[in-house]
């Protein structure tokens, strides 16, 4: 019983910093955006007919 116990704890432990470390890296990466727009990337449609 207390081994299934420990094993949850570090799991969800595990979870909780994963999630706390994956939005961090993603707080960056939207900074990143706002700060310079020109490092999203680029968008070329080829078509048969005119689009505009």
């Known amino acids: 019983m ?3 116990l420990v094993v949850t704890i570090v799991v ?3 979870f909780w910093a994963a999630s706390h ?3 961090s890296v993603s707080r ?3 900074q ?3 700060t310079d727009p020109t490092v ?3 968008v070329v449609v080829f078509s ?5």
């Open 2 to 4: 207390g081994t299934i």
């Open 28 to 30: 960056g990466l939207a």
């Open 12 to 14: 969800l432990g595990l």
């Open 21 to 23: 470390y994956v939005q």
């Open 48 to 52: 048969e007919k005119r689009t505009s």
């Open 40 to 42: 999203r990337p680029g």
């Open 32 to 34: 990143s955006t706002i």
